[in-house]
């Protein structure tokens, strides 16, 4: 959902020095409004909205392996507007800020090797870019060649290089309205919003400065959503998961949990949706969507306990999403503000693995603010 979705991105919660105080006290972002999603420009970068991301996870593993070595990737790019004006004439000014986050879920090393990068756009070496995919910083990026639909990436992370082509066959699907994915109980509390499943990986993976890179292959699954103000005031977090099936079929799923809310209150918004493997798609009934913790995991980092495995309730259909591994936290409150268990996760129907994906929780620390 957002983050894919991803998220985060207290704007306002971003605690990083190089920002600066906030100026420009006329600056506005726009609402999010029922409106027609056009492509290839809404591929592209919203720079007048306050916060974006694109969103990429995905399991890798060689040619023809055994089951049971597989990894889990994630790598994601934030594009945040600040609150400077155009009164400020600096070339230098922070008015957009480009993150991204690069993390691989290994199970044999039990945590995750995660980097993260944080820098204003400009002088043509940050940005993310209007018209079509094109995010860039540091070195690493995120592009979509629009002739094949196929997107490109790199990253040179602590501890891993990554580079990977992931393509698609099928168009974008828009997520909740059309596109616009309520959020919380008023119209404004919403993203624009699509994905892109079961996209096909074919990747090359160096776990080492001296390791030769190996080559591997997977599936994987991209979220965009842009917004200007997504979350209820109390709201804590959501619990969202983006399954790729084995079938060829998607499965997308998201709670918005409530402040101080017990396990079996409604949280404040929910949303499910299926996509066939022929690419229909249709929404579930919110009211059959119940997400149940079935396992926890303390973490002696942040010291929340995130429930890494998940019963979720689908209409008639039931799933249990297991995890890789137990510590799949990421600590990114120096650039986003925020702590987020990002986990690789086995779907199981009926005990029988039937797809892989990601598990995303945020606001178990403290609750989040977008």
């Known amino acids: 959902m957002l983050s894919r979705r991803r998220l985060l991105l207290a704007a306002g919660a971003l605690a990083a020095p190089t920002i600066g105080p906030t100026v420009g006290a006329d600056v506005t972002f726009p609402d999010v409004v029922p409106r027609t999603l056009r492509f290839p420009e809404d591929f592209g970068a919203h720079p007048d909205f306050r916060t974006e991301w694109w969103y990429l996870t995905g399991w890798l593993g060689e040619p023809g392996q055994r089951p049971g070595r597989p990894l889990g990737f994630q790598i994601t790019f934030f594009r945040v507007r600040t609150g400077v004006g155009p009164d400020n004439p600096s070339a230098f000014a922070a008015r957009q800020l480009v993150i991204a986050h690069a993390a691989l879920a290994d199970r044999a090393r039990g945590k995750l090797l995660l980097d993260e990068r944080i820098a204003r756009t400009g002088f043509g070496l940050v940005d993310t870019r209007t018209g079509d995919t094109d995010a860039r910083l540091d070195g690493w990026s995120l592009t979509r060649d629009p002739a094949t639909d196929t997107y490109f990436g790199q990253v040179a992370a602590r501890g891993f290089t990554l580079k990977f082509r992931a393509a698609s066959q099928r168009p974008p699907w828009l997520q909740g309205a059309a596109g616009l994915s309520r959020k919380g109980p008023l119209p404004t509390q919403a993203s624009y919003y699509y994905s892109r499943p079961q996209l096909q990986v074919e990747a090359e993976l160096s776990v080492a400065a001296v390791a030769a890179p190996a080559k591997m292959q997977g599936v994987a699954w991209l979220d965009h959503e842009w917004s200007s103000s997504a979350l209820a005031p109390d709201a804590a977090g959501w619990d969202w998961v983006g399954m790729n099936l084995d079938d060829g ?122």
């Open 249 to 370: 079929s998607a499965l997308l799923a998201f709670q918005i949990r409530r402040q101080g809310a017990r396990a079996d209150e409604a949280p404040l918004q929910r949303y499910a949706a299926w996509r066939s493997p022929a690419g229909d798609t249709r929404v579930i009934d919110p009211t059959t969507l119940h997400f149940t913790p079935q396992r926890q995991w303390t973490s002696t980092r942040s010291r929340a306990a995130w429930p890494i495995a998940q019963r979720i309730q689908v209409g008639d259909r039931r799933f249990q999403t297991v995890p890789l591994m137990p510590d799949q936290e990421l600590d990114s409150r120096l650039t986003t503000g925020a702590v987020y268990w990002e986990g690789a996760s086995t779907l199981l129907e009926g005990g029988r693995p039937v797809g892989r994906g990601y598990l995303e929780m945020t606001g178990y620390v403290e609750p989040l603010r977008l």
